[in-house]
């Protein structure tokens, strides 16, 4: 909190904007609870928890944070994995878990306009009786305004794109309390400068997105999945590669290693091969699903998989995903204790073999076990393991696997984050990869953000460090 600042004063204040002093939180179990995400970075209280219901009310939270210089930090579930929700230097923790009302689903525009609250499930169980859904699938039950902050993606982005292709319009509160409206419900525009896609992926830096418009695509009509076995993890990588180039139509491409398969059959018991895997989906036609999962049977075949296994119960390819999903907390349960730390680069599908054979030396020179899994339809892959913090040596070879695979992926003209973010643990990675584009990203936030109280300490730091608030 800035020097000065009288905490009861404040929350008077808060309370006073907005109506209700129980949504205005000091007490340890909400502020723990709005401390940290699921990144290796420690906690950090906020001083206050803020609940808004309403875009007036996150307006006048921002007025006033503006006007004394607190810090905000938007929260959403809480599903982060990069410190994003952390609250760095105190202050305001933004909660819009209060604003989850579908405002309006419109089947024949194939759009719904939500508040940020919104988890993606909830979504999906309004739309799916009329014929539709929202495809993007990170896994956790996050929320959608959560999402678009990070750009979220998951395993279906191969084929529909990430949050940024899926937002048509935002409203979003800019630091100052002033409210924006960019987009519309129309499916394109080139109507002036295309400012939605600055607040998607800005991660809480430039002001709080508070309602979004998106797209809704119809449910295929049949859904096929797969699983193709090999004998190493080379070949599964190259049969991924091979299945991208021939241009087989699918909506997922899944790569697990063989201690994911490891983990998940312990956390699952699913008693499935331990060896590595692609799971693989294919959707549309039943003719033409056939047709796709036939042709990726034969490319898959001919990288050496050893089998290659079909499954069209409902049920049973919801427990197969849900097992996929699960990953990161098998591999926590198989590892038993420690921080998790998950890499999240992405390179060129034709990189990709190179890329995760590096990745797989680095941590066996550097005997640090790890498992690797990603979306490696579009070249997005994790490399995950759990380490001691307070162990020092374990704590220099986490940093060093990370670093040496970042400058894998940045020597085979990838980048740092395919999905996660920048938050708080990518800030140099993001230097070296757009070191000339810094200032540009900097002059942005402060037109936006002069005081910078949105969301401290992530994506960029200022210029100077010591940049006063």
């Given at each position: 909190?800035?020097?000065?600042?009288?905490?009861?004063?404040?929350?008077?204040?808060?309370?006073?904007?907005?109506?209700?002093?129980?949504?205005?939180?000091?007490?340890?179990?909400?502020?723990?609870?709005?401390?940290?995400?699921?990144?290796?970075?420690?906690?950090?209280?906020?001083?206050?928890?803020?609940?808004?219901?309403?875009?007036?009310?996150?307006?006048?939270?921002?007025?006033?944070?503006?006007?004394?210089?607190?810090?905000?930090?938007?929260?959403?579930?809480?599903?982060?994995?990069?410190?994003?929700?952390?609250?760095?230097?105190?202050?305001?923790?933004?909660?819009?878990?209060?604003?989850?009302?579908?405002?309006?689903?419109?089947?024949?525009?194939?759009?719904?306009?939500?508040?940020?609250?919104?988890?993606?499930?909830?979504?999906?169980?309004?739309?799916?009786?009329?014929?539709?859904?929202?495809?993007?699938?990170?896994?956790?039950?996050?929320?959608?305004?959560?999402?678009?902050?990070?750009?979220?993606?998951?395993?279906?982005?191969?084929?529909?794109?990430?949050?940024?292709?899926?937002?048509?319009?935002?409203?979003?509160?800019?630091?100052?309390?002033?409210?924006?409206?960019?987009?519309?419900?129309?499916?394109?525009?080139?109507?002036?400068?295309?400012?939605?896609?600055?607040?998607?992926?800005?991660?809480?830096?430039?002001?709080?997105?508070?309602?979004?418009?998106?797209?809704?695509?119809?449910?295929?009509?049949?859904?096929?999945?797969?699983?193709?076995?090999?004998?190493?993890?080379?070949?599964?990588?190259?049969?991924?590669?091979?299945?991208?180039?021939?241009?087989?139509?699918?909506?997922?491409?899944?790569l697990l290693d063989g201690e994911s398969m490891r983990a998940i059959n312990n956390?699952?018991?699913?008693?499935?091969?331990?060896?590595?895997?692609?799971?693989?989906?294919?959707?549309?036609?039943?003719?033409?699903?056939?047709?796709?999962?036939?042709?990726?049977?034969?490319?898959?075949?001919?990288?050496?998989?050893?089998?290659?296994?079909?499954?069209?119960?409902?049920?049973?390819?919801?427990?197969?995903?849900?097992?996929?999903?699960?990953?990161?907390?098998?591999?926590?349960?198989?590892?038993?204790?420690?921080?998790?730390?998950?890499?999240?680069?992405?390179?060129?599908?034709?990189?990709?073999?190179?890329?995760?054979?590096?990745?797989?030396?680095?941590?066996?020179?550097?005997?640090?076990?790890?498992?690797?899994?990603?979306?490696?339809?579009?070249?997005?892959?994790?490399?995950?393991?759990?380490?001691?913090?307070?162990?020092?040596?374990?704590?220099?070879?986490?940093?060093?696997?990370?670093?040496?695979?970042?400058?894998?992926?940045?020597?085979?003209?990838?980048?740092?984050?395919?999905?996660?973010?920048?938050?708080?643990?990518?800030?140099?990675?993001?230097?070296?990869?757009?070191?000339?584009?810094?200032?540009?990203?900097?002059?942005?936030?402060?037109?936006?953000?002069?005081?910078?109280?949105?969301?401290?300490?992530?994506?960029?730091?200022?210029?100077?460090?010591?940049?006063?608030?």
């Open positions: 909190m800035p020097a000065g600042t009288s905490m009861s004063g404040l929350r008077r204040e808060l309370s006073d904007a907005i109506g209700d002093p129980d949504r205005v939180s000091e007490g340890d179990s909400i502020r723990v609870l709005h401390s940290a995400d699921l990144s290796p970075n420690p906690p950090r209280l906020p001083d206050l928890v803020v609940f808004p219901t309403s875009i007036e009310e996150i307006s006048a939270v921002l007025a006033i944070a503006s006007e004394q210089r607190v810090p905000v930090t938007p929260f959403g579930a809480g599903t982060s994995t990069d410190g994003h929700i952390i609250p760095l230097e105190g202050g305001i923790s933004l909660d819009l878990s209060g604003m989850d009302r579908i405002l309006a689903l419109r089947s024949e525009d194939h759009t719904a306009t939500v508040e940020a609250g919104v988890l993606r499930e909830s979504l999906n169980r309004a739309a799916g009786p009329q014929g539709l859904f929202f495809p993007v699938d990170p896994g956790a039950d996050a929320s959608l305004g959560g999402m678009a902050a990070t750009n979220a993606s998951g395993t279906t982005t191969v084929r529909y794109g990430a949050m940024r292709q899926q937002v048509l319009g935002l409203t979003v509160v800019l630091p100052s309390g002033e409210v924006v409206r960019t987009g519309g419900r129309a499916m394109k525009s080139s109507s002036g400068y295309e400012l939605g896609g600055l607040f998607v992926g800005s991660e809480g830096t430039l002001g709080v997105i508070a309602e979004l418009t998106l797209r809704l695509y119809a449910i295929p009509e049949h859904v096929i999945a797969a699983q193709a076995f090999f004998a190493d993890l080379d070949s599964a990588c190259e049969a991924a590669r091979a299945l991208v180039a021939v241009g087989a139509s699918v909506n997922r491409v899944e956390f699952k018991q699913l008693g499935l091969p331990e060896s590595p895997c692609l799971f693989l989906e294919f959707a549309g036609s039943p003719a033409a699903t056939e047709e796709d999962a036939a042709l990726a049977r034969e490319v898959v075949e001919e990288y050496g998989c050893s089998e290659f296994a079909v499954e069209t119960d409902h049920t049973a390819r919801v427990r197969l995903w849900q097992a996929r999903h699960d990953i990161t907390f098998a591999i926590a349960e198989a590892q038993k204790g420690g921080r998790l730390q998950a890499t999240d680069v992405c390179v060129p599908i034709s990189e990709l073999p190179r890329a995760i054979r590096a990745a797989r030396e680095t941590a066996d020179r550097l005997e640090i076990d790890v498992a690797i899994v990603g979306h490696v339809g579009d070249g997005n892959y994790h490399v995950v393991h759990l380490f001691d913090a307070d162990d020092p040596e374990q704590a220099r070879r986490a940093k060093v696997l990370k670093t040496e695979i970042f400058e894998e992926a940045l020597a085979c003209g990838g980048t740092c984050s395919g999905e996660h973010g920048i938050g708080i643990g990518k800030i140099d990675e993001l230097a070296v990869e757009h070191g000339d584009l810094l200032p540009l990203m900097r002059g942005i936030k402060q037109v936006i953000d002069p005081n910078w109280i949105m969301n401290p300490g992530k994506v960029l730091l200022p210029d100077p460090p010591d940049h006063p608030r």
